[in-house]
Structure formats: structure tokens, C-alpha cells
């Protein structure tokens, strides 16, 4: 399984971006579909998440009403739609797969990564 995430950028400050993360195949049984985010120095942080059977989304506080998580089951992508972008949220961004539907917000339930998109909001 190989995911391949897109749409990173600079944007100014109230800005926004489109993430994609497309994923090879649906042949494994991954059950959530997650993003996070790893700042310079930082340690990588739980953003979004979205369960593959219902599209049931679910954010971390930091993001809750700015971003929003969808997925095409079709052309099996996820997306990440981030308005009001703010500095903080200036990071590489990564997709990931997990079939661990109860620690959808733990990196290390999350068994496929894509290689990360950079983030940079200007102030």
C-alpha cells in the first residue's frame, strides 16, 4: 500500500490549502484514514482523521472549524481542506492509513504513512 500526498504550499495568513493523499490500492483492511503534522523541532501531531466506512471525520482542537476531512471512496483519496490557515500551522504534513478505528489520534496505531507535504504560512 503506498499513499502519495499533494498540496502543500505557501499561503499567507487566512489563506487556504487542499491536501490530497491518494492511496494505491483498497485491498487492506485499513479502517481510518488519518493526517498530522510535524513542525521544525516538534514531534508529530494528530490533525484529522476519517473513517473509510461512513466518512465520519474527526479533528484535534487546534483545527476544529477551520479544516475539514473528506474521502472519495471512488479514486480512493483522502483530502485535508484547511481555511484560515494561521502561522502555527506552518509543518510537513503526512497522511496515513490505520485499521485501528479506536486510536485514530495515536501515530503509532497508523501502519502506512505517505511522504509528507510541506505547509508554510506567512504571517
Known amino acids: 500500500v503506498q499513499l502519495q500526498a499533494s498540496g502543500g504550499g505557501l499561503v499567507q495568513t487566512g489563506g487556504s490549502l487542499r491536501l490530497s493523499c491518494k492511496v494505491s490500492e483498497r485491498t487492506w483492511n485499513y479502517s481510518v484514514m488519518g493526517w498530522f503534522r510535524q513542525a521544525s523541532g516538534k514531534s508529530r501531531t494528530f490533525v484529522a482523521a476519517?473513517?473509510?466506512?461512513?466518512?465520519?471525520?474527526f479533528y484535534s482542537d487546534s483545527v476544529k472549524g477551520r479544516f475539514t476531512a473528506s474521502l472519495d471512496r471512488v479514486t480512493n483519496t483522502i483530502y485535508l481542506q484547511m481555511n484560515s490557515l494561521r502561522p502555527e500551522d506552518t509543518a510537513v504534513y503526512y497522511c496515513a492509513a490505520s485499521d485501528n478505528p479506536l486510536r485514530y489520534t495515536d501515530a503509532r496505531s497508523y501502519t502506512y504513512w505517505g511522504q509528507g507535504t510541506l505547509v508554510t504560512v506567512s504571517s
Open positions: 476519517v473513517a473509510w466506512n461512513t466518512g465520519t471525520p
